[in-house]
Every structure is written in structure tokens, then in C-alpha cells.
């Protein structure tokens, strides 16, 4: 059982946040009721009884305000700040080469700090699956109409929807089977991990597994899901 087993959460917080506009800070440290959007998801990984311990992973100019806000937060579970690479898939790297050597038999979680609202249920059902399947992911079922289009914006197909889904994170695997994921795309020069981790177990052969995703686990993305965001921990706590 997972339970036997050291588990580590890598939180990456690393984007720049252009899609979400203006001059201000990126949107993972935005202050959401109290608390920047990347101190949710740290705590909410505190809080949990499944995780041994944290790596948050940040752009070098952020690295001090962000080992500034670990003690602030005043965190229970060991917690790592390490500066990340250009793009996600060397961040993700990054975090786990802090990985000591009593994680690396365990289990690894990988979670993008634009995402405050990590649940603990989430976190023990994505464990148990990584465990089994050696790798996990949440998602939830596309319920949109897709169309593909050309350069032009003009529709080419519609989709079938049935078996789509989409993904969020955290995402779970076996620390080393992630590791050595990450490794063989270095060597073989793949750069194509934008999204997630599980675009290269997928390439090494390795399903993973989708577990039901939670509609309150947004990602702070654009402005407008930072109002849903106040408006969903308001309504919470009211």
C-alpha cells in the first residue's frame, strides 16, 4: 500500500502568467481571501496526511519572496525552494533532481501552483491509482462540442466527444518512473512537455490512469477565474 511509501509533491510555480493580462504580478501570486493562489495549494499539501514532503519549484527572481512566503505560511511538512528552467518540463525536472534518496522508491506528485484549490480526497484517490497503474492524473469528461479549425479559424471537423477528456493537476506517478521519464527525454531531445507529466510516460508506453477530477479545481488562468475563485471560497465560508 502507497501508505508504506515516501510521497512527495512538487508544486510548480513558474508561469508568467500572459494569458491572464496586465502589469501585475503572475497569477500564482495573485492574493486570493488572504493568501496568495500558490499559498492554497501549499497548504492544502501541508494539510494532507499523505505527503511527506514539498518542492516548490519558482523562476529565480521569485526565489526569495517565495522562501519568504514557505515561512510565512508557517508549513509542518518539509518544504524545498528550488529554481526552475525556461520551460515546465525543466522545472519539473528540477524539482524532482531534490528529490533525496529515500523518495525516489516512493511516489511523486506533480501539481501546478495556479491551482489553489487542491482536495485531499483527490489527493489519496490519485495516490491509490498511481500505486496500481504506476501513473494517475485527474480529469473530467469534455461536455463542450470540440471542432478543429485551420489557420483561417475556419471549422474542419467536429470531434466525437464521448472518450475526451480534460486533464488537471495534481498528477501522481512512481518517483521513478517520472525520473526516468524526464531522463529519456533529455536524452532523445524531446521538448514537448507543455501541459503535463504525462506526456512522457505516455511515450515510454505507460497509460495512465484518469481519476475523476473535481470541477473546483480551476486553474487560475484568465481574470475571470479569479472571481470564480473569491467567489467559490466566499460562498464556502459564509
Known amino acids: ?73 508557517d508549513l509542518q511538512k518539509p518544504c524545498d525552494v528550488v529554481v526552475g528552467g525556461e520551460a515546465r518540463q525543466e522545472s519539473v ?19 501546478d501552483g495556479a491551482r489553489p484549490f487542491v482536495d485531499g480526497e483527490d489527493i489519496e484517490a490519485l495516490l491509490t491509482a498511481a500505486y496500481d497503474y504506476s501513473a494517475a492524473t485527474l480529469g473530467l469528461p469534455v461536455t463542450d462540442c470540440l471542432k478543429t479549425v485551420d489557420i483561417e479559424m475556419s471549422i474542419q471537423q467536429t470531434l466525437v466527444r464521448d472518450n475526451v477528456f480534460t486533464v ?36 515510454m508506453g505507460i497509460s495512465p490512469k484518469i481519476v475523476a477530477g473535481n470541477p473546483r479545481n480551476i486553474k487560475i488562468t484568465h481574470a475571470i477565474d479569479m472571481i470564480v475563485a473569491r467567489a467559490i471560497l466566499e460562498g464556502e465560508n459564509s
Not at 500564482?28 to 516548490?56: N, T, W
Not at 525536472?93 to 501539481?111: A, F, M, P, R, T
Not at 493537476?169 to 503535463?196: M, N, V
Open 93 to 111: 525536472c528540477n524539482g524532482l533532481l531534490q528529490l533525496e534518496e529515500g523518495c525516489l522508491d516512493g511516489l511523486v506528485l506533480v501539481h
Open 1 to 73: 500500500m502507497y501508505r508504506n511509501l515516501m510521497v512527495s509533491a512538487i508544486v510548480v510555480a513558474g508561469g508568467k502568467g500572459s494569458r491572464f493580462g496586465g502589469d501585475g504580478p503572475p497569477k500564482q501570486f495573485l492574493m486570493l481571501c488572504g493568501a496568495p493562489v500558490l499559498g492554497h495549494g501549499l497548504l492544502a499539501f501541508d494539510k494532507s496526511p499523505y505527503i511527506d514532503r514539498i518542492v516548490l519549484v519558482v523562476p529565480k527572481e521569485h526565489l526569495m519572496m517565495c522562501e519568504d512566503l514557505v515561512e510565512q505560511l
Open 168 to 203: 488537471q493537476t495534481p498528477q501522481a506517478f512512481k518517483a521513478e518512473l517520472l525520473i526516468r521519464a524526464h531522463k529519456e527525454a533529455r536524452e532523445a531531445g524531446r521538448k514537448s512537455l507543455r501541459y503535463d507529466d504525462c506526456q512522457l510516460v505516455e511515450k
